[in-house]
């Protein structure tokens, strides 16, 4: 990842009791890494009014405005047959997420969150963050 998109911004520690996992950031991607060096998960945050992504050389950016929401994507996973379902909330923040098992990939999840007010569920609710999660991962 460094000899495509250079050193990270920002990186630190999981947990402040073990060295691994840690984290990395590129703009506004969060990525997850273990000590063996495979990513675990990866993050995007759009709760900014703009986003910077990685553009694929060191140093250099993509800046966007996040504006999806719930009814767009479950339109556009409609349209993809992806499948998809909502995750029980162990929280009262107010807020949902939904999660989908990318085809072809045993063991990784992607889970989108959406800003919400009281109501638990919303089509207009804007997309809040995104993280694609390996969970399968075992050190060698």
């Not at 703009?27 to 910077?52: A, F, L, M």
């Not at 063991?107 to 109501?119: C, I, K, N, Q, S």
């Not at 569920?121 to 969970?135: C, H, Q």
Request: charged share 20%.
């Amino acid at each position: 990842m460094t000899d495509r998109l250079g050193r990270p911004e920002k990186s630190g520690r999981i947990s402040d009791d073990r060295p691994w996992p840690q984290w990395f950031t590129y703009g506004d991607v969060v990525v997850e890494t273990c000590g063996c060096r495979v990513i675990n998960r990866v993050s995007i945050r759009t709760w900014y009014d703009t986003v910077k992504i990685p553009a694929g050389r060191p140093g250099e950016f993509h800046t966007l405005t996040p504006a999806t929401t719930f009814q767009e994507l479950r339109s556009a996973f409609s349209g993809a047959g992806v499948k998809w379902h909502l995750l029980a909330q162990e929280h009262s923040l107010p807020q949902f997420t939904v999660e989908t098992e990318p085809t072809g990939l045993p063991g990784v999840a992607v889970h989108f969150t959406f800003a919400t007010d009281e109501r638990p569920v919303v089509a207009e609710a804007p997309l809040y963050s995104a993280f694609a999660i390996e969970s399968v991962h075992a050190c060698p």
